[in-house]
């Protein structure tokens, strides 16, 4: 079972890049790392999934070293509208395997 | 395309009654999912289903919680009885299986007095 520790908070400001790490040292092979964020009153909503390396979308990037024990969301620019809470995920969810959140990192993006 | 329905998306009740909430996945969605998020942390996976069997319900509460998914599509949530630590938004996700993202519905409050 995957447990997963990420920071409970952090503050920007509009147009700087976001960096959020998620440490899940006990990873295991067929696991795969997956972004949420979340807004008040909403379920979550995907940004990114990855395995290893780095992976981009339009988006975010998710930074994934090789030994896999963490990993990094970035957010480049962000603004007002990415104020939310950003889950780090980590599970296969191919069937069987319980799906662990983290706590959640509060993102609070200030003008 | 429709995304993943979920209602009631609000209830009351006293501890010790009955409750059932409702999911409608995105069509074609194989895999559904349970959860419960009690505020301020992250969401807990209840149950997970492929089709209409059940993969995973290893951290359901199975004295007081039961779900079902009839025909592999809607999914039902029972708890009975309810008790005051059940106050939480309990939320459905589905995927079409494997490793794909999960799509979750705007969740139901719970409030237990």
């Known amino acids: 079972l995957a447990k997963t520790t990420q920071p409970i908070s952090m503050d920007s400001y509009e147009g700087q890049e976001v960096n959020i790490t998620c440490s899940h040292n006990n990873i295991a092979t067929n696991d795969y790392i997956t972004w949420y964020q979340q807004f008040p009153s909403q379920g979550p909503r995907f940004i990114i999934q990855?395995?290893?390396t780095k992976v981009t979308n339009e988006v975010a990037s998710l930074f994934i070293p090789a030994d896999r024990k963490s990993s990094t969301l970035s957010l480049p620019r962000v603004s007002l509208s990415d104020t939310a809470v950003y889950y780090c995920?980590?599970?296969?969810?191919?069937?069987?395997?319980?799906?662990?959140f983290g706590t959640g990192t509060q993102l609070k993006v200030e003008l | 395309e429709a995304g993943v329905a979920q209602s009631p998306r609000y209830k009351i009740i006293e501890k010790r009654q009955s409750v059932a909430f409702w999911c409608n996945p995105i069509?074609?969605?194989?895999?559904l999912y349970w959860y419960q998020q009690i505020l301020g942390q992250g969401p807990k996976l209840l149950i997970q289903f492929q089709n209409n069997g059940v993969v995973d319900d290893s951290q359901l509460p199975k004295d007081r919680f039961s779900a079902e998914r009839l025909k592999g599509v809607d999914s039902t949530l029972k708890i009975q009885p309810a008790k005051l630590e059940d106050s939480a938004v309990y939320l459905c996700?589905?995927?079409?299986?494997?490793?794909?993202?999960?799509?979750f519905g705007p969740g139901t409050r719970l409030t237990v007095l």
């Open positions: 995920l980590v599970g296969y969810t191919g069937g069987g395997n319980k799906l662990t």
């Open positions: 996700a589905s995927t079409p299986g494997g490793y794909n993202e999960q799509f």
């Open positions: 990855g395995y290893k």
């Open positions: 069509s074609g969605h194989a895999t």
